[in-house]
């Protein structure tokens, strides 16, 4: 079946470090993928999204591009700020709903 | 604010009750999606209403029910709760039936414990 593997968290980086948060996904077909993001204490937002194949999503100066070939949807910041802390998650859409990652915890350091 | 509304915030009960989550989508989405999110389970999909219409079911038990009325509101009702029901419950929208394309909305959650 549908399935999303995020890397473990927490991930833990200093201010202005370059962050990778990975997601690989295995699906039959063309699902859209999404980034969405959880601040403590908030419900999940939509960060980003790609909805086909070498599609770059991209907001707030995060970017992923939709892999097909290596089936991975990661997500990049060049710079991280305190405020980025919080929980990401990847997903992929299948049969009207979203297939969801386990969540990446991300913990900026000032 | 997504513009989605869920109440309680928080609700605490006993084992082997029955609770009842509430649910307001954003304004002309017809799809409703309910969640729960606990620290072992990681996100779970539960279930999706569309137009007052199930369209598609995920991990939810048998003792959980949910329904979507006329004016678009859902509500999910939880019964013969055990402690392991303890969890935040989020409920989201989108405008249309199929998440490929479209955004789903996220509401703040109710915090349910079970004692």
């Known amino acids: 079946g549908n399935s999303v593997t995020q890397m473990e968290g927490p991930v833990t980086l200093s201010e202005e470090a370059f962050l990778t948060i990975n997601c690989t996904y295995t699906a039959t077909g063309y699902p859209s993928l999404f980034w969405y993001v959880q601040y403590p204490g908030e419900g999940l937002q939509l960060l980003l999204k790609?909805?086909?194949a070498d599609d770059k999503g991209s907001n707030k100066g995060f970017e992923a591009t939709y892999r097909k070939e290596t089936t991975s949807f990661h997500l990049e910041k060049g710079s991280v700020q305190v405020s980025d802390s919080a929980v990401y998650f990847c997903?992929?859409?299948?049969?009207?709903?979203?297939?969801w990652g386990a969540g990446t915890k991300l913990i900026i350091k000032p | 604010d997504s513009g989605v509304t869920q109440t309680p915030k928080h609700l605490i009960t006993a084992t082997g009750q029955r609770v009842t989550l509430r649910c307001s989508p954003r304004s002309g989405d017809l799809s409703v999606y309910w969640y729960q999110q606990s620290l072992d389970q990681g996100l779970q999909f539960l279930i999706q209403?569309?137009?007052?219409?199930?369209?598609a079911k995920g991990n939810i038990l048998e003792r959980f029910s949910a329904q979507q009325f006329p004016d678009l509101h859902s509500e999910l009702n939880l019964s013969s709760l055990e402690l392991g029901d303890s969890a935040l419950y989020f409920c989201a929208s989108s405008p249309q039936s199929d998440s490929s394309y479209n955004e789903q909305f996220f509401g703040p959650g109710t915090r349910l414990t079970v004692l």
């Open positions: 209403y569309y137009n007052g219409e199930e369209r």
């Open positions: 997903a992929l859409s299948s049969n009207y709903q979203l297939i």
């Open positions: 790609a909805t086909k």
